[in-house]
């Protein structure tokens, strides 16, 4: 069903850009002037894993203003229909972790209760675990996306409990291998920055031209089985990346975590995805106050944003090489333009006390990084260095050096 | 017969002179094109006989002497030319039957002759030395009367001897003999004397109503070529002075009929005449009679658009519209640009029941409203009941918009055809029998995808998009009792946007009318419509989703309808109708082996809407007429349904179902029913001002189920069930009509107040596509809508057009004791079609008979909108949430477009006739917001705004007649 529908969006923005032809779509800036209630955000999923379960608090924020606005010094705790209690503590500012590890167990009922430091008392509706389903396997494919844009899809073959949910939700961790093109093994240090003798040398570079990068979803995937015989998924696109994008240059991992959920969470979410994607001014959907499941004890008219949700996850993790999709074709553009610049090693005209030549500047303030010397055999005291930009010859500003623990050459 | 012969002497050719002034002729000739063409055969009237036989005078001295008694003229006549070689030549009916008596002895003929004719009112004329002529009312001269040029004798007051003959330009009437359209009465008043020296008399007389024989006070009487005139006094009585010879007469009343006549005058006399009730003249004989519909008629808030007229009005991309154009008629609107569906009166787009010859089309646009599905050439005229509607329509809310085709040609083969920037279009009529007879056929279609290849963008570069439209009517006179009318109708639209998809929809529609008359009084139309619509996407896409998906409704309707015109007051109309809905909601179907796509089928839906109808239109004196009409509908869900049950007074949801109950094939679910009062009165305060006041009551059993502003490619239409119940309204209208200047200026304000009950609305997010349990997501609520329309319209004249303005509110009502199916706290808000000001202006000076220049502005206040007021952060994305339901507003709207059109020359021998029209849509290029919406970008909130048209769009058009 949400299949046909995803279509149905792109198809309808096609129409809206046809017709857009002799019009436009511009942006204009958001009035500012409306200063709304703070409003109470709830984001809480609660999962059958084993962890300390992790629940944000924060608050809404003006249209003008910059979040997140966390909610601090709130009490928190779930608590489940064996009036088994767990408390959460607060980490940092609007996150709280479980004290003790629990995972949420299938059958039963759990209910959050929260507390602010107004004192404000906040309840939810009783959820239930839904039966879990298994990721069959998590595969790329080379094709082009709705656009006839060339790259890699990736797509979740799934299997669901016959009599369980058969609503989904996924959010996935990207993690790929970066390699610095203008790596080498030195680094330029400034050994004197003091008019009017000034000194660089060259020592041993600590990073390594191989680094890991890592993305976390933030967009909302759904997917469901409605109107399927089986509850099965086949083939469902979580992920297009296009093939100009730098993540899938060498090596890609992608772990993809799927949630089952309730119906009613499962429409929560939906609705918010589609209020955040409504680009297609044919199918504009009556925006509204979304009400999830959390509530004021105190007061029935106050509005609170977030939907309390027990969902059992499962993960699938997959590799590829860019190689594997495309042999002996160019990669995709670096992040950074690498160029190579010879900056001043001292002050312009002889400079005076004080001055700063642009090679300490640049070194200091890691924007760019040595690659070769100016001119072989010279020494770095009377020449300059040839320099990149930071991230060419160091890639640890795109990721970490590392090996994460799951990489698998 | 001598009098026959007459003729073959008037047939000489006339002496050029006459004593109207060249000059003014000219100029009444181009005022009064109706006279110009309606001048009857004068044959009688002579001036200067150039006839070079005549030069004896008309002295008859021969001698006789001859003894009557009670004889008839013809008899001395016969007994004169019997004493004599005389023959006379005369018409016989002049000498009517009066007898005369007399004793003559050796009298000169003229003498006798002048006696008997005395009490008549002929004149002789010795024309040969043996012929003399009776001539009615005329004395021929057969010189220039002395004092002709002016420098004649002197009478004893001294003042210039005027000459008194009569003369009449015989080319004035001969000349256009062949134009002639009606006869204009010819009044000869008087008899000539030739021993007056008058040249102006008196002309006195009574005008009297030919229907009631009251007389008529008031009644000006204009001498249009003499530039003077008179008014009747109470009793109906007039006198006045006028010159010798030709005075055209012409009367002009509020509510009587034009009359015209040309009175010759001779010498003083008296002229009665009667004059009927309704305005009646040729040509525009229909304009005239609908002319003071304004202020005439009992309906609150109706309208007509003839497609004709209105095709100088600059329209997007030259197409025209007549639907559009009723958007700048107060009360009714659209949501802007691209968005198809209609809004009257703060109803919703589902609203209006659109008829096309008495058959409903569900979606009259193509490419998504911007342009009509009806193709403008074969359709004649709307006629819209936002008010007030007949107790004949039924089934909708808000308004009946009735679309008519053309009849076709029935004397000759004609046809019309365009050549635009969006589409070519061809009419053609063809007569089957003539006179009897015609058929109607048209075709509309879109060229190639043009539109969307023009656009570099890359996800259209495989998109088509195409539409197209047919139409077939015929119309065929059976005998004087009986006529028959077919209409067929089918439009289509195609798309394919992104490469993997195609969306299709389409019309279809047919209907038959019988009309059929049985008496004087009694007259009958029946009416079969089929219409069906229907759509459909179909996704051929990568993944193991592709699907076929589509919706239809099918409706076929029978109504007979009968009209008795009881007596002079009471005008009944009863009927009934009965329709059968056939609705497929919606289905899905895997496309390909690969395909996981499970087939859905939304089950069937049928039902069955009845009415029966009456109305009487009841004059109750002249100045009051009430028109009441009673419509009782009935609406029966039928099966083969499995109907779900829910608990009460809770909100619907799969807890809180009760039971699940099949019905078989035709078995009743659900009936609702209810009366419609449909009552208007008009009361006229003054000639050509009016008060009317109306009550209408209406039920809906079909809504769209649409959670968008606009019709949008993916609502579906929703029978009444045991779930859903019909939405019904109340509208209470009121205004003032005024007619001004000859009816040619219509000045109108009307305020109305509605009502409404168990409207559709839907629950945040609804998914409504492929919904098996529609119910949990429909919530059904009160609106209000009010308004004031104030309407300036002036539909005659080289200068012509309308200024509207609108002040109206539309608000609904969501309230429950459930979270869920509440909307703002329950209380009043405005509706998505809430524009309190509305003002358009539609502008077409004639700059000669082939130059027009148009021009349209058009204003409104934005509509409302839910708007984002603050943010939040959820799984690291910045997230909106929204004001209360439609709290804001988009900008206004305002556009002005203008348009200039030229017409071929009028040669008549010509074989088309062409008409270009340029345009400039959006001339300022308002870049109006059609739509507002925000999106979330890389974790940002963002704010865009969408027009359809922002840049001015120029466009040429080609048509051509023939």
Redesign the interface.
Same mark, same amino acid.
């Given at each position: 069903?949400q299949?046909?529908?995803r279509?149905?969006r792109?198809?309808?923005?096609?129409?809206?850009?046809?017709?857009?032809?002799?019009?436009?779509?511009?942006?204009?800036?958001?009035?500012t002037d409306?200063t709304?209630d703070?409003?109470l955000?709830v984001?809480a999923t609660i999962t059958n894993e084993a962890k300390q379960q992790r629940i944000v608090l924060?608050?809404?924020?003006?249209?003008d203003?910059q979040?997140?606005?966390p909610e601090t010094n709130a009490q928190v705790k779930v608590v489940d229909d064996g009036q088994n209690e767990y408390v959460f503590q607060e980490t940092e500012p609007g996150t709280y972790v479980s004290s003790v590890p629990f995972s949420a167990k299938p059958g039963r009922g759990y209910g959050l209760n929260i507390v602010t430091s107004e004192g404000k008392s906040y309840g939810s509706d009783s959820q239930i675990l839904q039966t879990g389903s298994v990721i069959d396997s998590v595969y790329p494919?080379r094709?082009?996306n709705?656009?006839?844009?060339d790259g890699i899809?990736v797509?979740v073959d799934a299997t669901g409990s016959e009599n369980g949910s058969r609503y989904f939700r996924y959010?996935y961790e990207e993690t790929y291998k970066i390699v610095a093109p203008f790596y080498v093994p030195q680094d330029a240090i400034v050994v004197n920055d003091q008019w009017p003798d000034f000194e660089y040398a060259l020592v041993e570079r600590k990073s390594k031209q191989t680094c890991y990068g890592t993305r976390?979803s933030?967009?909302?995937i759904l997917s469901n089985t409605d109107?399927?015989?089986a509850n099965?998924t086949?083939?469902?696109?979580v992920k297009f990346i296009p093939r100009d994008d730098y993540s899938i240059s060498h090596r890609y991992s992608i772990l993809v975590k799927q949630y089952t959920q309730s119906a009613e969470a499962y429409?929560y979410y939906?609705?918010?995805r589609?209020?955040?994607?409504?680009?297609n001014?044919?199918?504009?959907?009556?925006?509204?106050?979304?009400?999830g499941n959390v509530f004021s004890k105190s007061d029935p008219?106050e509005?609170i944003?977030?939907f309390f949700d027990v969902a059992s996850v499962t993960t699938k993790r997959m590799f590829f090489n860019y190689v594997d999709f495309y042999p002996g074709e160019p990669l995709p553009h670096y992040p950074s333009f690498c160029s190579i610049v010879e900056p001043s090693p001292g002050c312009p005209g002889g400079g005076s006390a004080g001055c700063i030549p642009s090679m300490i500047r640049n070194i200091r303030e890691e924007i760019l990084v040595f690659y070769d010397l100016s001119s072989p055999g010279s020494e770095p005291a009377f020449g300059a260095y040839k320099m990149v930009p930071f991230a060419c010859g160091n890639c640890t500003k795109l990721g970490t050096n590392t090996v994460p623990d799951f990489w698998i050459e | 017969m001598a009098g026959n012969r007459l003729t073959d002497y008037m047939s000489h050719r006339w002496l050029d002179v006459w004593p109207l002034k060249t000059e003014c002729y000219n100029r009444y000739m181009k005022r009064n094109y109706a006279l110009y063409t309606t001048v009857s055969f004068l044959t009688l009237i002579l001036s200067f006989s150039a006839y070079a036989q005549v030069r004896t005078s008309g002295d008859l001295t021969t001698t006789i002497s001859l003894t009557f008694e009670k004889a008839t003229l013809k008899e001395v006549l016969d007994r004169i030319e019997d004493l004599t070689n005389y023959k006379f030549y005369y018409v016989e009916d002049w000498l009517g039957e009066s007898q005369v008596s007399g004793s003559y002895n050796k009298v000169p003929i003229s003498i006798i002759l002048q006696d008997v004719l005395k009490q008549t009112p002929l004149n002789y004329y010795r024309y040969s030395d043996n012929r003399i002529v009776l001539i009615r009312n005329s004395i021929i001269y057969d010189e220039l009367p002395e004092g002709f040029f002016g420098n004649g004798p002197l009478n004893q007051q001294g003042e210039q001897v005027q000459v008194n003959a009569v003369f009449v330009d015989p080319d004035y009437f001969s000349a256009h003999e062949d134009q002639q359209i009606v006869q204009v009465e010819t009044v000869r008043i008087g008899k000539e004397d030739k021993n007056s020296i008058r040249n102006r008399f008196r002309l006195s007389g009574h005008v009297r109503n030919k229907k009631t024989g009251e007389a008529i006070p008031d009644l000006s009487l204009l001498i249009i070529n003499r530039n003077s005139g008179t008014v009747t006094d109470e009793n109906g009585y007039y006198s006045i002075e006028l010159p010798s010879g030709l005075n055209i007469l012409e009367t002009r009343s509020l509510g009587m009929e034009k009359a015209q006549k040309n009175l010759l005058l001779f010498n003083d006399g008296e002229l009665d005449f009667g004059l009927n009730e309704k305005v009646e003249q040729l040509e525009e004989v229909i304009v005239a009679a609908d002319a003071a519909k304004n202020v005439e008629q009992a309906m609150t808030g109706s309208t007509q658009i003839d497609a004709e007229e209105s095709k100088n009005i600059p329209l997007v991309l030259g197409e025209r519209d007549i639907l559009k154009i009723a958007t700048t008629l107060p009360g009714i609107s659209t949501t802007g640009?691209?968005a198809s569906g209609y809004t009257v009166r703060g109803g919703n787009t589902d609203q209006n029941l659109i008829l096309l010859d008495d058959g409903v089309i569900y979606n009259p646009s193509h490419?998504?409203g911007?342009f009509q599905a009806l193709n403008p050439y074969a359709t004649k005229d709307v006629l819209i009941y936002k008010g007030n509607i007949p107790a004949e329509y039924g089934g909708r809310l808000s308004a009946v918009f009735d679309i008519r085709t053309k009849d076709s040609n029935l004397e000759k083969f004609a046809g019309e055809a365009s050549i635009g920037p969006v589409t070519n279009n061809i009419v053609l009529e063809i007569p089957l029998t003539k006179e009897k007879s015609s058929i109607l056929v048209g075709g509309r279609s879109s060229y190639s995808d043009w539109?969307?290849h023009?656009?570099n963008?890359?996800?259209?570069?495989?998109?088509t998009?195409s539409f197209y439209d047919l139409i077939a009517k015929y119309n065929g006179n059976i005998n004087n009792n009986n006529d028959v009318k077919a209409t067929a109708y089918y439009s289509k639209d195609a798309?394919s946007?992104?490469?993997?998809?195609l969306?299709k929809y389409s019309n279809r529609l047919f209907t038959v009318n019988w009309n059929h008359r049985f008496n004087d009084k009694n007259t009958a139309s029946l009416n079969i419509a089929n219409s069906e619509y229907r759509f459909n &996407?179909g996704?051929d896409?990568?993944?193991? %989703?592709d699907?076929d /998906?589509g919706f239809k409704i099918n409706e076929t309707e029978l109504k007979l309808k009968f009209n008795y015109l009881y007596n002079n007051a009471h005008k009944f109309t009863y009927g009934l109708e009965g329709k059968l809905y056939n609705s497929n909601p919606g289905s &899905?179907a895997p496309k390909g082996s690969e395909s %996981?796509?499970?087939s /859905?089928i939304i089950p069937k839906e049928k039902g069955f809407e009845s009415a029966l109808f009456f109305s009487d239109n009841y004059t109750i004196n002249d100045r009051f007429l009430v028109d009441i009409g009673l419509r009782y509908s009935f609406f029966a869900a039928l099966g083969k349904a499995s109907e779900r049950y829910y608990e009460a007074g809770v909100p619907k949801n799969e807890s809180t179902l009760t039971e699940i109950k099949e019905f078989g094939n035709n078995k009743v679910i659900k009936t609702y029913s209810g009366p419609e009062i449909r009552a208007s009165a008009r009361y006229f305060l003054a000639p050509e001002l009016s008060v009317k006041a109306s009550f209408n009551s209406t039920m809906q059993y079909v809504h769209t189920l649409s959670?968008?502003?606009?019709v949008?490619?993916?609502d579906t239409w929703k029978l009444a069930d045991a779930n859903i119940k019909p939405a019904r309204a109340n509208q209470y209208s009121l205004g003032l009509y005024k007619n001004l200047d000859a009816n040619s200026i219509e000045l109108s304000i009307e305020g109305y107040y509605k009502t409404s009950w168990d409207v559709l609305d839907?629950k945040?997010?609804a998914?409504l596509?492929?919904n098996e349990t529609i119910e949990t997501e429909v919530l059904q609520g009160e609106g209000r809508a009010y308004g004031v329309e104030l309407l300036l319209r002036k539909n005659r004249g080289d200068f012509n057009g309308w200024l509207g303005y609108t002040y109206s509110r539309s608000e609904i009502k969501f309230d429950s004791e459930f979270?869920?199916e509440r909307?703002n706290?329950g209380e009043y808000f405005p509706s998505n079609y809430d524009k309190p000001h509305d003002f358009s202006a539609v502008l077409n000076y004639k700059l000669t008979r082939r130059f027009s220049f148009s021009a349209n502005f058009l204003y409104q206040t934005g509509r409302p909108v839910?708007?984002?007021?603050?943010?939040?952060?959820?799984?690291?994305?910045?997230?909106?949430?929204?004001?209360?339901?439609n709290e804001?507003r988009i900008p206004d709207y305002y556009r002005l477009d203008i348009g200039f059109n030229v017409e071929g020359n009028h040669k008549i021998k010509k074989f088309a006739h062409s008409f270009w029209t340029l345009s400039i849509y959006n001339v300022l290029g308002r870049?109006n917001p059609?739509?507002v919406?925000?999106?979330?970008e890389n974790?940002q909130?963002?704010?865009?705004?969408?027009?359809?048209?922002?840049?001015p769009?120029p466009s040429i058009t080609y048509s051509f007649k023939f």
């Open positions: 069903m299949k046909f529908v279509h149905l792109h198809l309808g923005s096609g129409i809206g850009g046809a017709l857009l032809l002799l019009g436009c779509i511009e942006s204009f800036p958001i009035e409306i709304p703070s409003i955000v984001e924060s608050r809404s924020y003006a249209l203003q979040g997140p606005n494919v094709e082009l709705d656009f006839g844009k899809a797509y959010t976390i933030n967009q909302i109107g399927q015989s099965k086949k083939r469902f696109q429409a939906e609705t918010l589609d209020f955040s994607l409504s680009e001014p044919f199918s504009e959907n009556q925006p509204g106050f979304l009400e008219k509005r944003i977030g | 640009e691209g490419f998504f911007i539109i969307l023009a656009l963008d890359e996800r259209l570069s495989n998109s998009a798309f946007i992104t490469s993997d998809s969306y &996407i996704y896409g990568a993944a193991n %989703n699907f /998906l &899905i %996981n796509i499970q /859905l959670n968008t502003t606009t949008s490619p993916i839907f945040v997010g998914q596509l492929l979270g869920e909307i706290n839910t708007y984002p007021v603050g943010r939040y952060t959820y799984n690291n994305t910045e997230y909106v949430y929204y004001s209360n339901r804001f870049n059609y739509s919406f925000f999106v979330t974790g909130l963002k704010a865009y705004k969408s027009s359809i048209f922002a840049v769009i």
